[in-house]
């Protein structure tokens, strides 16, 4: 037989795949040069030979006659792939780097069913596959052999003649010793952790991208070039231009509107490697909040024209590539994968490297010199402070940069990123910032109870609306949605308890007829969302970073006309914010802070110094606790093990994966949309709840949630109500 397949339905015949994957393996090989710096100087050679093998034991005939059927052969093919690496002219070491790569490049280690000549049935199956490769021996010797040295002069430059088959090779494949590889692995893993990462990482992107059609890796234009299409270079702000001067990690503070991302883009400019066809490090842009993460995205693709040049990687990105028309299977696809130079995500999906979960060496493998910028870091909790500092640190070995930005940093939260990443700093001067002061500050004494009538008589009057209301739980907006509602004014609320298709239908609704609004009754979720402009706010207490991030929602662009609006705070919350902020202090001393200011303009120069004394209180107790989960982050990485299952896997999970509930009311077309092949149209009716309100629910109404198994969805017997969202009422007779 001399045609043997490596996929089927479409088809692609095996020597068609390992050409495609070495064609990957040479643009990345011209891309990351700095790739056998990091880990081993000819990891290109074994990498090359990792590809040229990790499929060969497919094929077995068994292989070949169930994938023209359709079916599952039954069998690791990788396993019998592996056996190949004795012919490898190498050292006993890379030979064992190889043949590891290409054995764990579906699987971990763990899960691969290796066979060993103790375990009498599984070496006498072994036995039995191999004989089925070799009804293909012919393919091998005669198809196979005589591509590779085309192969190594086209990817190596030249011809390296490392793999041969001596005569006797259908004997030698059958004794190959799986005990010793993983004695070898056991015993050497730990002082070849990089190489192992490296190799298992490039060859999963290799396979992966070669087998979603990709011949290469893409690169980005120069970075400094594209922003000028758009701001020329004379018309950059004076902290853009010194971020386009800086090399190495970087702080940077600049007021709301300064723009930040554009000197984030020319920190990177300065700090890319640069080939004839582009710039060939990865950029991650990382933001806290999905809605912020998509509205980058959007702005980014404004720049940079292409899909495949921008990405965009969150637990819903699928879904909101669908929404936005746009290929959302094969994008979605490859933002997982070494192709996209610049992708906006989460630190989630960096951390989930450092916790072993997925394919972590391919990330691993992709953060290498790569350069990061975190915006918006003041808006992490604790325990994930504690974890990107861990990871940044971590990470300098593989020569990552970081840019670390925000407009309203506490000091101590600065201080911690100093520590670990010894940065350039860049900070607007006062002058500059206060040209973007837009707001003056007002208190309001007692709750909101208390003021609100009175209080939407006087904006309606004034006509300050649209005004938002800003409240600090779902409870609390709904109770004020509807008393707004009863006295006759036009009202929309928006909070987290909807599903995201009424979340993504209220957004759209705001950004077209926000004027036909007179109040928007609103929960934290207006601290990151919309590009859109009160006229003013009402607020309950919060800390004063989040305070200031809801003041960014009001008059926007008021900088340039030197227009200031009034915003409105409370001095009183209700009992349940002490829940939502915690240490409350906190909250305390901001509102002290503001009363100082009570009729003054808040400049824009004074924030850090405002934002870093409401935490001057608490200061010393959190940067123990972030320190505390930075110790706890790095026991737990150092036990991360290339090519096994990790512990911590689950351990991530039950710390940062959220629950998804799709409201009683909709299970029925959920159901059916599943049935259809429609999944992807399901996520418009899943409700986001923390796990905290998942048990609070469950102590107080009872089993109020089911698990449906056929369609691996949670139904929540909750009413539901577009204008509400998910309420906290048992559900009765609401199928749709």
């Known amino acids: 037989m001399k045609v043997c397949m490596a996929k089927f339905n479409p088809n692609d015949f095996l020597e068609c795949h390992i050409n495609d994957a070495l064609n990957v393996l040479k643009s990345m090989k011209t891309a990351f040069p700095w790739i056998p710096e990091l880990s081993k100087e000819n990891i290109w050679e074994l990498l090359f030979y990792s590809i040229l093998l990790h499929d060969l034991g497919k094929c077995a005939i068994g292989f070949q006659k169930a994938g023209a059927q359709g079916k599952i052969w039954g069998y690791r093919h990788e396993i019998l792939s592996a056996t190949f690496t004795q012919f490898l002219e190498y050292t006993e070491e890379n030979k064992n780097l190889v043949a590891l790569a290409i054995l764990t490049h579906h699987r971990y280690l763990t899960d691969v069913p290796v066979p060993t000549k103790v375990e009498e049935f599984v070496w006498e199956s072994y036995l039995e596959k191999i004989d089925e490769l070799l009804k293909n021996a012919d393919y091998i010797e005669e198809v196979f052999l005589p591509k590779i ?236 402070l504690g974890i990107i500092l861990a990871m940044l640190e971590l990470l300098k070995k593989y020569k990552t940069k970081t840019l670390v930005m925000s407009a309203t940093l506490p000091d101590f939260i600065e201080e911690l990123f100093a520590e670990a990443l010894h940065p350039g700093e860049l900070k607007v001067s006062a002058e500059e910032a206060d040209y973007f002061t837009r707001h003056r500050v007002k208190i309001v004494d007692g709750t909101l109870d208390y003021n609100l009538q009175g209080l939407a008589q006087e904006f309606k009057r004034k006509s300050l609306t649209p005004t938002l209301i800003a409240c600090n739980t779902v409870d609390r907006a709904m109770e004020v949605y509807r008393q707004l509602k009863s006295l006759g004014y036009r009202v929309m609320l928006l909070h987290s308890r909807f599903t995201y298709g009424d979340r993504e239908e209220l957004e759209r609704k705001l950004r077209n007829k926000l004027n036909s609004y007179d109040f928007v009754v609103a929960t934290q979720v207006v601290e990151v969302s919309l590009d859109i402009s009160f006229k003013t706010i009402l607020t309950e207490p919060a800390p004063l970073d989040a305070l200031i991030q809801r003041f960014g929602r009001v008059n926007r662009q008021g900088w340039r006309e030197k227009r200031i609006a009034d915003v409105y705070v409370l001095t009183e919350g209700s009992e349940k914010d002490k829940n939502v902020y915690k240490p409350y202090e906190i909250v305390k001393d901001s509102i002290r802070i503001l009363e100082e200011l009570n009729g003054q303009e808040l400049k824009e120069s004074q924030i850090p110094e405002l934002v870093s004394g409401a935490y001057s209180a608490v200061k010393n107790e959190l940067v123990k606790e972030v320190s505390k989960n930075k110790q706890t982050a790095f026991e737990l990485f150092d036990g991360l093990q290339p090519l096994k299952k990790s512990e911590s896997e689950e351990q991530f999970y039950k710390m940062f994966q959220g629950l998804e509930v799709v409201p009683t009311k909709f299970a029925g077309r959920v159901g059916e949309l599943i049935d259809k092949g429609k999944g992807i149209e399901v996520h418009r009716y899943l409700v986001p709840i923390p796990y905290w309100k998942f048990f609070a629910l469950q102590s107080r109404l009872g089993d109020i949630f089911t698990y449906d198994r056929k369609h691996c969805v949670m139904i929540a017997n909750l009413r539901y109500s577009h204008e509400l969202g998910l309420l906290d009422e048992v559900a009765e007779d609401e199928i749709l």
């Open 149 to 384: 040295p085309y192969w190594e002069i086209c990817i190596l430059g030249r011809t390296l003649g490392k793999f041969k088959l001596p005569s006797d090779w259908k004997e030698k494949v059958k004794e190959y010793d799986f005990d010793g590889l993983l004695k070898w692995y056991e015993q050497n893993w730990e002082s070849h952790k990089d190489e192992l990462i490296f190799l298992k990482g490039l060859l999963n992107a290799c396979d992966h991208l070669s087998s979603a059609g990709e011949s290469s890796i893409r690169l980005l234009p120069v970075v400094s070039e594209t922003l000028e299409l758009k701001i020329p270079r004379e018309k950059w702000r004076p902290i853009q231009k010194q971020a386009n001067q800086v090399r190495g990690n970087l702080l940077l503070r600049a007021p709301t509107g300064y723009g930040k991302t554009e000197a984030a883009l020319l920190w990177a400019d300065a700090n890319t490697h640069l080939i004839k066809k582009g710039v060939s490090n990865r950029i991650f842009y990382v933001l806290p909040y999905k809605a912020s993460i998509n509205a980058m995205y959007d702005r980014l693709l404004g720049y940079f024209r292409s899909p495949e040049l921008v990405g965009v990687l969150h637990s819903s990105s699928t879904y909101y590539l669908y929404a936005s028309n746009l290929e959302y299977r094969r994008l979605s696809s490859l933002y997982q994968k070494i192709f996209t130079p610049l992708k906006v995500t989460t630190p989630f999906q960096i951390m989930k490297a450092f916790f072993g979960v997925g394919f972590f060496e391919m990330t691993l493998s992709e953060l290498a010199n790569a350069l990061l910028v975190f915006d918006e870091i003041h808006a992490y909790e604790p325990n994930v």
